[in-house]
């Protein structure tokens, strides 16, 4: 079975420096999407960001881009310019690319990591 | 409306109480899950529904009982409940099998007293 590790509880930043969440998971496929998910206090998961493990190049999104080493399973998530809006509890996730069988449209969430901003 | 809309936002009930959780989706998508949020623990996959047939669940005990009328509804029938299973429930869609990720609701806030 899959899982995922944030390994960093809780984060904080001054706004407009940059922070780095960690991620790490551990599977046994070599195909596989991964995820990271921003919950505000509104509570609704919003996805920030998408990497698809067969592609080298990693994902950029405006001021969120990724880390991805598949061959260490990490996949860190870079916030530039951080906002007082980035406030939130971050969630990495993986999902495998199995079409079928009991991975069918699981996502494997971490434990997620509050993050601070400081104005 | 769009997105996914989850309802009630809050509910307080007892344990001898029935009561239901609803899930709307207004974005054509196929497939919606349930997940239970709790503090300080990953999210828990409950159940999944593709084209309105469950095709997962999660050793869900049979105090939760979903419900997936058509695409676009999804209910979670809860009765007998005990206070650990007070959580933030919610409610995803995706397209196809969410390799595009999914797309939440903001979730029920559920207390058992």
């Known amino acids: 079975a899959q899982t995922v590790t944030q390994s960093q509880p809780e984060m904080s930043v001054q706004e407009a420096e940059t922070v780095t969440l960690s991620c790490t998971y551990d599977t046994s496929e070599s195909d596989y999407y991964l995820f990271w998910y921003k919950q505000p206090p509104s509570r609704q998961m919003i996805l920030v960001i998408r990497?698809?493990?067969?592609?080298?190049q990693n994902a950029t999104e405006n001021r969120f881009s990724v880390n991805f080493q598949k061959a260490a399973k990490s996949f860190s998530l870079k916030i530039s310019d951080s906002q007082l809006g980035d406030a939130a509890m971050y969630f990495c996730a993986y999902r495998s690319a199995k079409l079928g069988g009991t991975s069918y449209g699981k996502l494997t969430f971490g434990q997620g990591t509050i993050l601070t901003v400081h104005p | 409306e769009t997105g996914v809309t989850q309802t009630p936002r809050h509910l307080v009930m007892g344990m001898t109480n029935k009561k239901s959780l609803k899930c709307e989706q207004h974005?054509?998508?196929?497939?919606m899950y349930w997940y239970k949020q709790s503090a300080k623990k990953p999210l828990e996959l409950m159940f999944v529904y593709n084209f309105k047939e469950q095709t997962e669940n999660n050793s869900v005990p049979s105090r939760f009982s979903p419900e997936c009328p058509n695409s676009s509804h999804l209910f979670l029938h809860l009765h007998t409940l005990q206070p650990e299973d007070s959580a933030l429930y919610l409610c995803?869609?995706?397209?196809?099998?969410?390799?595009?990720?999914?797309?939440f609701g903001s979730g029920t806030r559920l207390t058992v007293v």
């Open positions: 990497q698809e493990a067969y592609k080298q």
């Open positions: 995803a869609s995706s397209q196809g099998l969410g390799m595009d990720g999914y797309t």
């Open positions: 974005l054509g998508h196929n497939a």
